[in-house]
């Protein structure tokens, strides 16, 4: 029998399009759906869904037990901007929800975990341009602090009890099935948001922002990739690329789908955050280790966006 797979987190932006993609190769009743609200509407209908609260143990283990599933994706996390104003329940929410999943992996009861990372783990000392996958990591954001604790404490449970856990640290995710929450680099989907109602935004950022940043589908993949890739010795949260554009670059990309788009600029503190942050990746380990490769660019991004989202907005 295939291994079931549990998706925490499965209404967010990430988990909705994971389950979705994961029900199309593992069929529909070996994916369940969790979260503690409920999802978009495909994610609902088409196949289990279980309304859980990851920081309760018991809990989790019970889903696990009733359905029997081996692998567990947790894309449960309080991002950038939220953690900022809530540092203590972004802290307690990020580990908690971790640590109760590398237990159970510990455990035996769950056999492969996926735990996502992010461009946040970087900080205002690391390399801006092509940052490495091994660099000074010295994050000066609450969210990031929690990836980087959370990378190192994956690390250790692979290395002391043999868990498989594996990462990606994801940059700035563009998709328009859900709508990103509490994030800085949200900008690049409210913006097509804006575009398609009314034919102009006024950016958080300043226009000269660069930021790395990844159309959903190719997050996805690598994803799954990564999961069904050969299992390495060790430990290691892949940088992943696929474009940077600032929030100008973005506009003039939109501008190219619609003409009348005029774009404003009124920074606020998510600046200071994307400051911080890489403006590009430099990915060579991941393509080297399981064959990584972004599939869409810029421009098609943004064809892709204005088409998806003017059929639901
Ligand atoms: N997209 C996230 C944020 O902006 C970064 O991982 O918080």
Known sequence: MASKILIIGSSGQIGTELVLKLRQIYGNDNVIASDIRKGNYEVMESGPFEFLDVTNRSDIKEVLDKHKITEVYLMVAILSVIAEQNPQKAWELNMA??????ELAKDGIIKKVFWPSSIAVFGPDTP????????????????????????????YYKSKYGVDV???????????????????TDYAVEIFY??????????FLEEGTVLPMMYMDDAINATISLMEAALRDDYISYNIGAFSFSPKELGAAIKKQIPEFTMGYKPDSRQQIAETWPESIDDTQAKKDWGWEAKTDLDQMVITMLQGLHYTI
């Open 97 to 102: 929800s971790l640590f109760n999943i590398l």
């Open 128 to 155: 801006k341009t092509n940052t490495p996958q091994d660099t000074i990591i010295k994050p000066s954001t609450v969210y990031g602090i929690s990836k980087l604790a959370g990378e190192n404490w994956c690390a």
């Open 166 to 184: 594996r990462s990606l640290r994801y940059p700035g995710l563009i998709s328009y099935k859900t709508t990103p929450g509490g994030g800085t």
């Open 194 to 203: 804006e575009a398609i109602k009314r034919k102009s935004y006024t950016c």
